[in-house]
Nanobody, 124 residues
C-alpha cells in the first residue's frame, strides 16, 4: 500500500521560508513522477510543482517560479519543496502526490496517490 506523508508546514511571516517534505513508503519511489499541489479555503486544488523520477524534468506553476524549489532524494524515498519569499497568498494546505508514467502533468486527476496534506499559513 502506498503511503505519502507530508511534514514541515507551519505559520510563517511574509518573506519567510519553509521546507516541506513528503516521505513515501515502498521500494519503488524512484520509479514515479511526484508533485506538490495546494488548496486554499474556497478554492480548487492547484498544481505547484512536479518532478520526474530522476529530477530531469521539473515544472512550476507561474505563481511560484523563482521562489519555490522542488527536489527529491530517491535513496531516502523523500521529496521536498523549499519555499522562499513566502506571500500571504501562498497560504493553503499543501499535498504531495504520485503518478505513474514518465511525464509531469499539472492536472491533479493524473495523480493516483495523495498524502493527507500539511497546512502552510503565511501572515502579512
Amino acid at each position: 500500500q502506498v503511503q505519502l506523508v507530508e511534514s514541515g508546514g507551519g505559520l510563517v511571516q511574509a518573506g519567510g521560508s519553509l521546507r516541506l517534505s513528503c516521505a513515501a513508503s515502498g521500494r519503488t519511489f524512484s520509479s514515479y513522477v511526484m508533485g506538490w499541489f495546494r488548496q486554499a479555503p474556497g478554492k480548487e486544488r492547484e498544481f505547484v510543482a512536479g518532478i520526474s523520477w530522476n529530477g530531469g524534468s521539473i515544472f512550476y506553476a507561474d505563481s511560484v517560479k523563482g521562489r519555490f524549489t522542488i527536489s527529491r532524494d530517491n535513496a531516502k524515498n523523500t521529496m521536498y519543496l523549499q519555499m522562499n519569499s513566502l506571500k500571504p497568498e501562498d497560504t493553503a494546505v499543501y499535498y504531495c502526490a504520485r503518478r505513474g508514467g514518465s511525464s509531469v502533468y499539472p492536472d491533479s486527476r493524473q495523480y493516483a496517490y495523495w498524502g493527507q496534506g500539511t497546512q502552510v499559513t503565511v501572515s502579512s
